[in-house]
């Protein structure tokens, strides 16, 4: 341990160390979409706590108060209700103004799914920067060999050479299981809460709108006869 303490400075390369972690962020990129890793980035933010954990807000509790404010206020009240999720603002927002409970089932759906993506997208960012963390190590040290051989072994240097190419392997190791992984089950974590808490208020304001809203009955197109001008 005190040989360990007192050559710490060895284990630190730090162009290196930055190319490494370069070089994971950018194939991890390429893997989930250009607009990846700015989400990932601005999810560090809030990855360490649960969404709601200072309001103690859940789905039953939301979906409670909006069935509390339709029976004191009416459609109209629902604006009126207040959320730490702005999504479910949103949708409450709509409903208030939608024509029919079709259009807005659809509108909600594509909106649920967005949301949904959005929220996944900066887990599986980290997610592919943890399993590419190690293979781009792997990747330098196996790169660093050949180079290595290539221009002869001189024993004199070969335990320096050696020792910066294998830090690439440990730097992908550290990178994939100290930095990305923990990231990725944090966040992963946090989508799961989100994406079930906004599924059922989704599910509630749909049959909210199912009653309330008129169901508009589905056009029927009828094929126009030609005209002697068209034949």
């Not at 990129?29 to 990846?36: A, D």
């Not at 309001?55 to 509390?68: K, L």
């Not at 599910?203 to 909210?208: D, E, L, M, W």
């Amino acid at each position: 341990m005190d040989i360990l303490l007192t050559n710490i400075w060895r284990f630190f390369d730090p162009m290196l160390f930055g190319l490494v972690l370069g070089s994971v962020l950018i194939m991890a990129w390429v893997q989930n979409g250009r607009r990846s890793i700015v989400r990932a980035v601005v999810a560090l933010a809030n990855w360490g706590r649960d969404p709601f954990e200072e309001s103690g807000e859940n789905a039953t509790y939301m979906c409670r108060r909006i069935d509390f404010t339709l029976r004191q206020q009416g459609l109209a009240g629902l604006e009126t209700v207040r959320s730490q999720d702005a999504f479910v603002l949103r949708i409450l927002g709509y409903l208030v103004n939608a024509k029919d409970s079709k259009s807005f089932e659809e509108w909600v759906r594509l909106e649920e799914h967005a949301a949904e993506t959005r929220q996944n997208i900066s887990a599986s960012y980290w997610f592919s920067a943890a399993e590419i963390a190690p293979a781009i190590g792997l990747i330098g040290t196996i790169t660093g060999l050949i180079q290595l051989f290539a221009t002869g072994i001189d024993p004199l240097k070969m335990g320096p050479a050696m020792s910066f190419t294998l830090l690439t392997s440990l730097y992908g190791l550290f990178i994939s299981h100290i930095i990305a992984f923990p990231i990725y089950v944090r966040l992963h974590s946090r989508a799961e809460i989100l994406n079930a808490y906004r599924s059922k208020v989704v599910h509630h304001t749909i049959n909210i709108a199912n009653l309330e809203l008129a169901d508009v009955a589905p056009v029927h197109f009828v094929p126009v006869k030609p005209t002697k001008r068209d034949a």
